[in-house]
């Protein structure tokens, strides 16, 4: 495994490419972000050794190297969910190779379902814990001591002074912005309306596919976290309407420019 990583990260090393610190995984309703990050170096999934190979056709990956703003970044544009058949471990494949490049911080982006009866569709919120519903952990199976101990604190899974900083920046753009705990879920179904009940009344605020399984292994690789999510349809034993992926690419779409606003300010700010 820790050598299949390291070939990646010396392939990408080998391209002569400036290394950044920060990397974000550009979910649903983030993908724009692309447009800003400029000196663009684009390589395809296809491309890099041991990456997982992209089952669904049309549905290309990248990761993109340059600038935002001054800074330098990683965008992964394109992520691979366990719904689509990844093993958690090609999952988080991506994650084990940004720690092995040196990167410190993660920024994580995703659609997903509300519970909490305050939020509303097209609310951003800012992840300030998980709950893992997916069938299995990231991390069982053999250790990868080169990155972490085998049992992994994730008391502070998301960085609180990163959530200060992302409070203080929607607030001084006047954007709305909601805190909650994230449930990760298999998926590809939505949840029916007993599962949004149950997953609020353990304490989830939303529901999503993703997410779960990259903040997990990041932490263990000691990186610092920090994820938004934006709500794209509601769930409940009240909630009448049904959800369809057609309606959260529209919501995701609509929250685009403050999700977008947010990141870019927090990249630019964190030391
Ligand atoms: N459930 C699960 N995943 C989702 C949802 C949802 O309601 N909305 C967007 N991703």
Same mark, same amino acid.
């Given at each position: 495994m820790i050598e299949k990583i390291k070939e990646t990260a010396d392939y990408i090393r080998s391209r002569n490419i400036e290394i950044p610190d920060v990397a974000v995984i550009l979910g649903t309703g983030l993908g724009a972000l692309v447009d800003f990050i400029s000196d663009k170096i684009a390589i395809p999934y296809t491309e890099l050794p041991n990456f997982p190979v992209s089952t669904v056709e049309g549905h290309s990956g990248n990761l993109i190297f340059g600038k935002l703003?001054?800074?330098?970044?990683? $965008?992964? *544009?394109?992520?691979?969910?366990?719904?689509?058949?990844?093993?958690?471990?090609?999952?988080?494949?991506?994650?084990? =190779?940004?720690?092995?490049?040196?990167?410190?911080?993660l920024i994580v982006s995703n659609a997903a379902g509300g519970m909490n009866k305050e939020f509303r569709v097209g609310d951003i919120m800012i992840i300030t814990d998980h709950i893992n519903m997916f069938p299995e952990n990231p991390l069982r199976g053999k250790n990868l001591d080169e990155h972490g101990t085998r049992f992994p604190a994730m008391t502070r899974a998301y960085d609180p002074a990163m959530i200060s900083r992302a409070d203080a920046i929607a607030e001084r753009n006047s954007i709305r912005v909601m805190h909650g705990v994230y449930v990760g879920v298999s998926g590809p179904t939505f949840e029916t309306p007993a599962e949004y009940e149950f997953y609020r009344i353990i304490g989830g605020d939303a529901v999503?596919?993703?997410?779960?399984?990259? =903040?997990?292994?990041?932490? @263990?690789?000691?990186?610092?976290?920090?994820?938004?999510? =934006?709500?794209?349809?509601?769930?409940?034993?009240?909630? %009448? %309407? !049904?959800?369809? @992926? %057609?309606? =959260? *690419?529209? $919501? $995701?779409?609509? $929250? *685009?420019?403050?999700?977008?606003? !947010?990141?870019? %300010?927090?990249?630019?700010? !964190?030391?």
């Open positions: 703003g001054n800074r330098p970044v990683l $965008a992964m *544009q394109g992520r691979f969910h366990y719904y689509e058949g990844y093993s958690m471990k090609e999952v988080t494949f991506p994650v084990r =190779v940004m720690r092995e490049l040196g990167i410190k911080t999503g596919m993703s997410t779960v399984p990259e =903040v997990i292994v990041a932490n @263990h690789a000691g990186m610092r976290v920090f994820g938004v999510s =934006v709500i794209t349809d509601l769930g409940g034993k009240d909630i %009448e %309407e !049904i959800p369809t @992926h %057609e309606e =959260v *690419q529209k $919501a $995701a779409a609509a $929250a *685009q420019p403050s999700m977008m606003k !947010i990141i870019r %300010e927090l990249i630019n700010e !964190i030391d």
